[in-house]
T-cell receptor
Framework: DGGITQSPKYLFRKEGQNVTLSCEQN?????MYWYRQDPGQGLRLIYY???????QKGDIAEGYSVSREKKESFPLTVTSAQKNPTAFYLC???????????????FGQGTRLTVV | SQQGEEDPQALSIQEGENATMNCSYK?????LQWYRQNSGRGLVHLIL?????REKHSGRLRVTLDTSKKSSSLLITASRAADTASYFC????????????FGAGTRLAVHP
């Protein structure tokens, strides 16, 4: 089955630790995204990548880092510099066929990160 | 910002009623997409309307787009309890094809 998979579903982090959230897709999509969602709120863009070995900051990139070494994978690291990391994190991917303008995004099921 | 702003923030209706959600945006777009999110889950794509289209249907969903007013609406007809979810619009900026921004969404509650 083609799809986008996030792991783990739940993650607990101690203060001062870095943690890495996994996002893998087998849809052959070029573009991938990370969003943060706080309770009752919308999605805020953290980072996005349009192609392998390239990524751009979104609106709330501080305290986060990403890599895009493979087309299928776009891991997100929540660093100790992120002071309030407890949130629901969503990964998405999107085809860039042609201009990529008229394609839909596919989302993973999310990772709920809690600082303990 | 290129993101869409949904209105109302929350909507509560009875089963069988219609639900209308609105989205406004500020810049020129290629298309506008609507997504649905069930509580604690990822978003699911509902419908995409291109900038040269004025109306589009998919089952019980009807989307309109008015580029002169920079606004879109999503109508869900004959709503069901299973339609309870948050709904988000995502304007796709002209020239910024791969930057996907969402607003705060409309939380819809459909009561049996």
């Amino acid at each position: 089955d083609g799809g986008i998979t996030q792991s783990p579903k739940y993650l607990f982090r101690k203060e001062g630790q870095n943690v890495t959230l996994s996002c893998e897709q087998n849809l052959n999509h070029d573009a991938m995204y990370w969003y943060r969602q706080d309770p009752g709120q919308g999605l805020r863009l953290i980072y996005y990548s349009q192609i392998v070995n390239d990524f751009q900051k979104g609106d709330i990139a501080e305290g986060y880092s990403v890599s895009r070494e493979k087309k299928e994978s776009f891991p997100l690291t929540v660093t100790s510099a992120q002071k309030n990391p407890t949130a629901f994190y969503l990964c998405a991917s999107k085809s860039s066929l042609g201009t990529g303008a008229n394609t839909e995004a596919f989302f993973g099921q999310g990772t709920r990160l809690t600082v303990v | 910002s290129q993101q869409g702003e949904e209105d109302p923030q929350a909507l509560s209706i009875q089963e069988g009623e219609n639900a209308t959600m609105n989205c406004s945006y500020k810049t020129s777009i290629n298309n506008l997409q609507w997504y649905r999110q069930n509580s604690g889950r990822g978003l699911v794509h509902l419908i995409l309307i291109r900038s040269n289209e004025r109306e589009k249907h998919s089952g019980r969903l009807r989307v309109t787009l008015d580029t002169s007013k920079k606004s879109s609406s999503l109508l869900i007809t004959a709503s069901r309890a299973a339609d309870t979810a948050s709904y988000f619009c995502a304007p796709n900026l002209s020239g910024g094809y791969n930057k996907l921004i969402f607003g705060a969404g409309t939380r819809l509650a459909v009561h049996p």
